[in-house]
């Protein structure tokens, strides 16, 4: 399932995909999210800011993540960036989705909150 949800990211990643692909991503990946707390229901306090907060995450790995595609490397990236930094730099995102959103307390099953978590 995740493998399909990220195909456009591949794409994108494997060159094939452009800017279009992206917004897809994005969306694919919201709307999943969007999905999982909806099916929590209102056991989070602050689903809203949990959603902003993954929404405007996963814009930044997208963003950060498209630079070290075939094509948009190509056209946008400067030639001093290394694509090093690129991974640190999406690492750090990836840390923060993980880490400084508050999901809940304790997760006591596997259901909407831990698959939202991971």
């Not at 949800?5 to 999210?33: D, I, K, R």
Request: hydrophobic fraction near 55%.
């Amino acid at each position: 399932l995740m493998s399909l949800l990220n195909w456009p990211l591949f794409a994108v990643m494997y060159g094939t995909g452009s800017w279009g692909m992206l917004a897809l991503q994005w969306l694919l990946t919201v709307s999943t999210y969007a999905v999982l707390l909806w099916l929590q229901g209102s056991n989070w306090p602050d689903s809203v800011g949990i959603f902003l907060s993954l929404s405007g995450l996963e814009a930044v790995f997208l963003a950060i993540a498209s630079l070290d595609g075939p094509l948009v490397a190509k056209s946008i990236r400067p030639d001093w960036l290394p694509v090093r930094l690129l991974h640190y730099a999406v690492a750090g995102v990836a840390l923060l989705q993980f880490g400084a959103i508050h999901y809940t307390d304790k997760i006591v099953s596997i259901g909407p909150t831990y698959l939202l978590y991971i």
